[in-house]
């Protein structure tokens, strides 16, 4: 450890000390942080994966902060209601805001007035987890494989619909992938969140869905709901009887839908940093990564770097599919 000099030591404590009152030596701020409740926005309804991932997370993260984490759900437009208020409110150091591939990586494809700028506007912290999904039935409905459900899509045009989470969501470019591929002609449903999708599909008023896996595992174990295929590269861990959409011939619907935490453009470094630096422990415990996959979750770690080189990448390819998809939401 370097020791200044009696007179350097005393004069950079008089800098810092005198600087202060207009911006808090940045070492000084990221060790004193948090220093009262912090918030997590949650830009879905209560109840689906989004909410339960960020409920996980605020819980695990208030241990080792020291503060509680409240989370704040605030649905609407596939997570982009939120997350542009977010973006253009004022910036708060102990706010941040839970995203999933949807707001950094999909809507600006999507949305013609997406209200924010993932970039200018936001700062990547790190990565949570990620998630399969997995396309499900009502078990009352004629349906017990994919392949039957397809066989119907393509021999009824127009009489199949699916809920979603809302336009632009990774369900609704799934499916729309999936009926472009079979050449279906299919019906959208959106809603405000996979908590009120699934909702509608427990209640039969929609005939399929293909959503996150952690709000879809406790209905699919209770038998209400039936599912038919999931999204992973390899069979679900907690689903091994049912095939993946490669097994099935779509290699192309292979894909994981990502949770991570976002900041606000104008948050200090140091607090980033330290977010960062927190997540990547309590993410890596294995009782949280116990916890994660009881959850139907992967836990997953990154650097602020890491997620925003993932987030440009994911871009180039869900571009290519809502241009392939026609979804638009003007």
């Known amino acids: 450890m370097n020791v200044l000099p009696g007179r350097l030591a005393s004069l950079a404590a008089a800098l810092c000390a005198a600087t202060a009152l207009f911006a808090p030596c940045a070492h000084a701020q990221g060790d004193a942080w948090p220093t009262r409740p912090l918030k997590l926005v949650v830009p879905y309804a209560a109840g689906g994966s989004?909410?339960?991932?960020?409920?996980?997370?605020?819980?695990?993260?208030?241990?080792?902060?020291?503060?509680?984490?409240?989370?704040?759900?605030?649905?609407?437009?596939?997570?982009?209601?939120?997350?542009?208020?977010?973006?253009?409110?004022?910036?708060?150091?102990?706010?941040?805001?839970?995203?999933?591939?949807?707001?950094?990586?999909?809507?600006?494809?999507?949305?013609?007035?997406?209200?924010?700028?993932?970039?200018?506007?936001?700062?990547?912290?790190?990565?949570?987890?990620?998630?399969?999904?997995?396309?499900?039935?009502?078990?009352?409905?004629?349906?017990?494989?994919?392949?039957?459900?397809?066989?119907?899509?393509?021999?009824?045009?127009?009489?199949?619909?699916?809920?979603?989470?809302?336009?632009?969501?990774?369900?609704?470019?799934?499916?729309?992938?999936?009926?472009?591929?079979?050449?279906?002609?299919?019906?959208?449903?959106p809603y405000k969140g996979n908590g009120p999708a699934m909702q509608a599909l427990l209640a039969n008023e929609v005939h399929f869905n293909t959503e996150n896996m952690p709000q879809l595992l406790p209905q699919i174990r209770a038998g209400a709901l039936r599912p038919l295929a999931v999204s992973s590269e390899q069979r679900w861990f907690q689903l091994p009887d049912v095939p993946t959409f490669a097994e099935l011939g779509y290699p192309e619907i292979t894909t994981m839908v990502w949770f991570g935490v976002v900041a606000h453009s104008k948050m200090p470094k140091s607090i980033i940093t330290k977010m960062n630096r927190e997540m990547v422990g309590v993410i890596r415990r294995p009782e949280v990564a116990t916890r994660f996959r009881e959850l139907s979750m992967e836990n997953i770690t990154s650097t602020p770097e890491e997620m925003l080189a993932l987030a440009r990448k994911e871009r180039d390819r869900w571009q290519k599919i809502a241009v392939a998809s026609g979804a638009r939401a003007d």
């Open 50 to 189: 989004t909410d339960i991932v960020g409920r996980a997370f605020a819980q695990k993260i208030s241990e080792v902060l020291g503060q509680p984490m409240v989370v704040e759900n605030r649905g609407g437009a596939a997570g982009s209601v939120a997350t542009a208020l977010y973006a253009k409110s004022a910036p708060d150091d102990h706010a941040f805001l839970m995203v999933t591939v949807g707001q950094l990586s999909i809507n600006q494809w999507v949305y013609k007035s997406l209200g924010y700028d993932p970039e200018a506007d936001l700062q990547t912290v790190g990565l949570v987890g990620q998630v399969a999904n997995a396309m499900v039935v009502n078990p009352a409905s004629q349906w017990r494989t994919a392949k039957e459900l397809f066989d119907y899509g393509r021999a009824n045009p127009g009489k199949l619909n699916f809920a979603s989470a809302g336009i632009g969501s990774t369900g609704h470019l799934l499916n729309e992938l999936i009926a472009t591929r079979l050449g279906m002609k299919i019906v959208h449903v």
